[in-house]
């Protein structure tokens, strides 16, 4: 049973240029949440993915965007990097509804 | 609004010492409570969870109870491994039933 996936693990931008980082869930799940880890903090929601839809979202700004596709896996974009955005991003899968979510190993952004 | 409160860390013991991670939560209503472990360099892994009050999470000689009254989700474990060092979060499944909502994270040394 093939858990959550991401790519890539590791990732290395400048200021100012744009990222995409890419989830595949679950076996059998639907819906796909991003979280933001900086460095020493917990994870940060940024939003959740569900039919294709963003059905909720964090306090991120909107250089911040997503995309679900028909099977289900997720692409996460960020624009006009900053300094700041330099984490671990984490992917979590679920069924639609209030359940369990599982965790990927993440990518860690690195933005000079 | 929406919080988690952990013990700061770091935590030292040593193995087979007696392991208590305190953690409170701030929430609407009676949210699903959870501890995820993170392992150096990886993402998250669910430890164990409770969905309602009075209800026992255990996994690996792992414990917590959910405490409506206290708004408490304590982590215990009887006798530590050094394999148990890494990062405690303790977290809630917001009402909307889409967000995690994380502690800042213990961590737990254990030396043999």
Same mark, same amino acid.
């Given at each position: 049973?093939?858990?959550?996936?991401?790519?890539?693990?590791?990732?290395?931008?400048?200021?100012? +240029?744009?990222?995409?980082?890419?989830?595949?869930?679950?076996?059998?799940?639907?819906?796909?949440?991003?979280? +933001?880890?900086?460095?020493? +903090?917990?994870?940060?929601?940024?939003?959740?993915?569900?039919?294709?839809?963003?059905?909720?979202?964090?306090?991120?700004?909107?250089?911040?965007?997503?995309?679900?596709?028909?099977?289900?896996?997720?692409?996460?974009? %960020?624009?006009?990097?900053?300094?700041?955005?330099?984490?671990?991003?984490?992917?979590?899968?679920?069924?639609?509804?209030?359940?369990?979510?599982?965790?990927?190993?993440?990518?860690?952004?690195?933005?000079? | 609004?929406?919080?988690?409160?952990?013990?700061?860390?770091?935590?030292?013991?040593?193995?087979?010492?007696?392991?208590?991670?305190?953690?409170?939560?701030?929430?609407?209503?009676?949210?699903?409570?959870?501890?995820?472990?993170?392992?150096?360099?990886?993402?998250? +892994?669910?430890?164990?969870?409770?969905?309602?009050?009075?209800?026992?999470?255990?996994?690996? #000689?792992?414990?917590?109870?959910?405490?409506?009254?206290?708004?408490?989700?304590?982590?215990?474990?009887?006798?530590?491994?050094?394999?148990?060092?890494? %990062?405690?979060?303790?977290?809630?499944?917001?009402?909307? #039933?889409?967000?995690?909502?994380? #502690?800042?994270?213990?961590?737990?040394?254990?030396?043999?």
């Amino acid at each position: 049973d093939a858990g959550v996936t991401q790519s890539p693990t590791h990732l290395i931008k400048t200021r100012g +240029q744009q990222v995409t980082l890419r989830c595949s869930p679950k076996s059998g799940h639907d819906t796909v949440s991003w979280y +933001q880890q900086a460095l020493g +903090q917990g994870p940060q929601f940024i939003f959740q993915y569900y039919e294709e839809e963003e059905r909720q979202r964090g306090n991120f700004p909107d250089r911040f965007s997503g995309h679900q596709f028909p099977n289900y896996s997720s692409e996460l974009n %960020v624009n006009a990097l900053l300094l700041g955005d330099s984490a671990l991003y984490l992917c979590a899968s679920t069924l639609a509804g209030p359940d369990t979510q599982y965790f990927g190993p993440g990518t860690r952004l690195t933005v000079l | 609004g929406d919080s988690v409160t952990q013990m700061e860390g770091p935590v030292t013991l040593s193995e087979e010492a007696f392991l208590t991670i305190n953690c409170t939560y701030t929430a609407t209503g009676y949210p699903s409570l959870f501890w995820y472990v993170q392992y150096p360099g990886e993402g998250l +892994q669910l430890l164990l969870k409770a969905t309602k009050a009075d209800d026992k999470g255990s996994n690996k #000689g792992f414990e917590a109870t959910y405490r409506k009254e206290t708004t408490s989700f304590h982590l215990e474990k009887g006798s530590v491994q050094v394999s148990d060092s890494a %990062v405690y979060f303790c977290a809630f499944l917001n009402q909307a #039933g889409t967000a995690l909502i994380f #502690g800042k994270g213990t961590t737990l040394s254990v030396s043999s």
